[in-house]
T-cell receptor, first 114, second 115 residues
């Protein structure tokens, strides 16, 4: 079985400041890794994913995440946040052999303050 | 096709009543997943289909829950004899399973409140 731990339930941050959301996972086999974002009153949207290859993956809106196999982590970072980044962020893992069903962490609520 | 749709968006029911939710996936997607999200938690997997076949059910899915995808297109999730603990957001996602790549696209969810 796999599990995901998001170490921070809430992260307040000022606009234009950097932010890091921590995600650790446990699995005895290789997994795919994802970050999803849920804006207020909207559905989950995929932010970025790691399937294989380069351990650093980027999204189109300035977020990046780095897969660290030795530390079983997939932390999400953005060097400068905007008010519009206020949302809940979920880290998730899946395995192809397990039907690619997603196992989510508990989420991190990011509140960007002006 | 603009994405995954779910109906209804909100459902309020009394304890003991039956409810049914519908999910329409992206048209060419062969996989359909159901998840449940309670307040302050991440979504939890319930079940998934490949075409019309239900391939896995979570232990979370008690006997009161049943899901179908009769023609490999839309899916329904029925909860019989609802309990207050069933109150949650029920999420549907679809994907095109191809060579192991699997990006799941989520619908807006159905929020169930059991009084």
């Amino acid at each position: 079985a796999q599990s995901v731990t998001q170490l921070d339930s809430q992260v307040p941050v000022f606009e234009e400041a950097p932010v890091e959301l921590r995600c650790n996972y446990s699995s005895s086999v290789s997994v795919y890794l994802f970050w999803y974002v849920q804006y207020p009153n909207q559905g989950l949207q995929l932010l970025l994913k790691y399937l294989s290859g380069s351990t650093l993956v980027e999204s189109i809106n300035g977020f990046e995440a780095e897969f660290n196999k030795s530390q079983t982590s997939f932390h999400l970072r953005k060097p400068s946040v905007h008010i519009s980044d206020t949302a809940e962020y979920f880290c998730a893992v899946s395995r192809r052999a397990a039907g690619n069903k997603l196992t989510f962490g508990g989420g991190t609520r990011v509140l960007v303050k002006p | 096709d603009t994405g995954v749709s779910q109906d209804p968006r909100h459902k309020i029911t009394k304890r003991g009543q039956n409810v049914t939710f519908r999910c329409d996936p992206i048209s060419e997607h062969n996989r359909l997943y159901w998840y449940r999200q309670t307040l302050g938690q991440g979504p939890e997997f319930l079940t998934y289909f490949q075409n019309e076949a239900q391939l896995e059910k979570s232990r979370l899915l008690s006997d009161r829950f049943s899901a179908e995808r009769p023609k490999g297109s839309f899916s329904t999730l029925e909860i019989q004899r609802t309990e207050q603990g069933d109150s949650a957001m029920y999420l549907c996602a679809s994907s095109l399973e191809f060579q192991g790549e699997n990006e799941q696209f989520f619908g807006p969810g159905t929020r169930l409140t059991v009084l």
